[in-house]
C-alpha cells in the first residue's frame, strides 16, 4: 500500500502564506508524477499544481504567479508553496500521485488539508 500524507494547512488572513507538504510511503518503486488538486465546498475537484511526466511544473491559471510546486525526490515529498492567498483559494488541498510497482501506475489521493483564508 501507498500512503500520501499531507500537511501545513491552517486559517490565514488574505494575503498571507501557507506552505503545504506530501509524504508518500509505502511500497513503491519510484513515483511517476505527484500533484496538489483543491475542492472547495459546492465545487469539483480542480488541479492545483503539479509535475508533468517530463518534469515540468503545471499550475492552474487562477493560482499562477502566486504558488509554486516543488519536489525533493529523495524524500518523496512535494511542497505547495502558496503566497498572496485569497479567500478564494479556500477549499481542501489533496496531493495525488501515479507510483510505480512492478511496471505497474497507480493512483493515489490524500486525506486532504484544509486551507481557509478569511477576508
Known amino acids: 500500500q501507498v500512503q500520501l500524507v499531507e500537511s501545513g494547512g491552517g486559517l490565514v488572513q488574505a494575503g498571507g502564506s501557507l506552505r503545504l507538504s506530501c509524504a508518500a510511503s509505502g511500497s513503491f518503486d519510484s513515483i511517476k508524477s505527484m500533484g496538489w488538486y483543491r475542492q472547495a465546498p459546492g465545487k469539483q475537484r480542480e488541479l492545483v499544481a503539479s509535475?508533468?511526466?517530463?518534469?515540468?511544473?503545471n499550475y492552474a491559471d487562477s493560482v499562477k504567479g502566486r504558488f509554486t510546486i516543488s519536489r525533493d525526490n529523495a524524500k518523496n515529498t512535494v511542497y505547495l508553496q502558496m503566497n498572496s492567498l485569497k479567500p478564494e483559494d479556500t477549499a481542501v488541498y489533496y496531493c495525488?500521485?501515479?507510483?510505480?510497482?512492478?511496471?505497474?501506475?497507480?493512483?493515489?489521493w490524500g486525506q486532504g488539508t484544509q486551507v481557509t483564508v478569511s477576508s
Open positions: 495525488n500521485a501515479d507510483v510505480i510497482r512492478r511496471i505497474v501506475i497507480m493512483n493515489y
Open positions: 509535475f508533468t511526466t517530463g518534469g515540468n511544473p
